[in-house]
């Protein structure tokens, strides 16, 4: 149980254009979604948290309007890297937590590799 | 501000040998503690999590976590390390007040296993 998906698995793209990442639960409702980043040899680093029907809270440093969260549903987030440039390759991952008396636990997602040209 | 501190960046052992991988939390609160196991190009894999009870907890692959709360630690352990145990492991705490379950992550520590 608890699974978390992610699509793509990697995504190369040529800089300027937008790129969308799906992040599923798909045996359990996520009241919260997290999306983070990690670069090679590092650790995660959150951008965002999206609760399903409101606006994402970004983390600080994070440009909201270049990462744009979709909480649209209870099983689906979206993350679309808007006019993505070299330095926005990255491994992105997303976390889903089913809320209730499990609140503090996060189930994480394989993770989607951007590299954009 | 809570923080979390992974001691070694990268651990070494012996096929068969004890593993030992080490977390401090900086916390005015004990907060909820976590080990994440990530392999090669992959999402992360809860192990174990302590959130209130027992302070010895087992998780999958048998690891195990104790928290001590006067020394604010709670190192990971594997008495016989399998090669399959390579990977980075992540400690993580949230805050127990917390409303969003935000987790915050050590550096990460790399363990090797050599046959």
């Known amino acids: 149980g608890a699974v978390v998906s992610q699509h793509p698995s990697w995504v190369i793209c040529k800089s300027g254009t937008s790129v969308k990442i799906e992040c599923r639960s798909l045996?359990?409702?996520?009241?919260?979604m997290f999306w983070y980043r990690q670069f090679p040899k590092q650790s995660l680093m959150l951008m965002a948290t999206?609760?399903?029907?409101?606006?994402?809270?970004?983390e600080q440093g994070v440009e909201k309007d270049k990462f744009l969260i979709n909480h649209a549903s209870l099983t689906l987030s979206t993350l679309t890297v808007t006019s993505a440039h070299p330095e926005d390759s990255s491994f992105y991952i997303c976390?889903?937590?089913?809320?209730?008396?499990?609140?503090?636990?996060?189930?994480f997602g394989p993770g989607t590799r951007l590299l954009v040209l | 501000a809570q923080s979390v501190t992974q001691l070694g960046s990268h651990v070494s052992v012996s096929e068969g040998a004890l593993v030992l991988l080490r977390c401090n939390y900086s916390?005015?609160?004990?907060?909820?503690l976590f080990w994440y196991v990530q392999y090669p190009n992959q999402g992360l894999q809860l192990l174990l999590k302590?959130?209130?009870?027992?302070?010895l907890v087992k998780g999958i692959n048998g690891f195990e976590a104790e928290f001590k709360k006067s020394e604010t630690s709670f190192h990971l352990t594997k008495p016989s390390a399998h090669m399959s145990d390579a990977a980075e492991y992540f400690c993580?705490?949230?805050?127990?007040?917390?409303?969003?379950?935000?987790?915050?992550f050590g550096q990460g520590t790399t363990l090797q296993v050599k046959p």
């Open positions: 916390s005015s609160v004990p907060p909820y």
């Open positions: 302590y959130t209130t009870g027992a302070t």
């Open positions: 976390s889903a937590s089913p809320g209730g008396v499990r609140q503090e636990t996060q189930y």
């Open positions: 993580a705490v949230s805050a127990r007040s917390s409303n969003t379950g935000k987790l915050i």
């Open positions: 045996d359990f409702q996520a009241t919260t």
């Open positions: 999206s609760n399903e029907g409101s606006k994402a809270t970004y």
